[in-house]
Nanobody
Framework: QVQLVESGGGLVQAGGSLRLSCEAS????????MGWYRQAPGKQRELVAV???????NYVDSVKDRFTFSKVNGKYTVFLQMNGLKPEDTAVYYC??????????????WGQGTQVTVSS
């Protein structure tokens, strides 16, 4: 089993910054990607940033040039540096990992989520 634990959410004024952290632990044999999603009230969960095992990082257009994804080399620890926050960034942010279960399947694991609230 794989566990993901996020931290770093909170309340911030528009224009401020937050840094989210996520640490994965458990039985991890191979990882295809790690990333961040978010879900605002009444909206579908959307991808924010994802990095493949090859190192390529993709961002949703709305956060480009404001958010930066990073990963600790050799560890399943990732961060999301969020600058220039806007009220529309308010959401629960989820860390995700796509890992191989060792018996033929790739599984998407999710953290419990961390709330980010941006006041105007």
């Amino acid at each position: 089993q794989v566990q993901l634990v996020e931290s770093g959410g909170g309340l911030v004024q528009a224009g401020g910054s937050l840094r989210l952290s996520c640490e994965a632990s458990g039985s991890i044999s191979s990882v295809a990607s790690m990333g961040w999603y978010r879900q605002a009230p009444g909206k579908q969960r959307e991808l924010v940033a994802v990095q493949s095992s090859g190192g390529r990082t993709n961002y949703v257009d709305s956060v480009k040039d404001r958010f930066t994804f990073s990963k600790v080399n050799g560890k399943y620890t990732v961060f999301l540096q969020m600058n220039g926050l806007k009220p529309e960034d308010t959401a629960v942010y989820y860390c995700t990992l796509r890992g191989y279960d060792g018996i033929g399947s790739w599984i998407d694991y999710w953290g419990q989520g961390t709330q980010v609230t941006v006041s105007s």
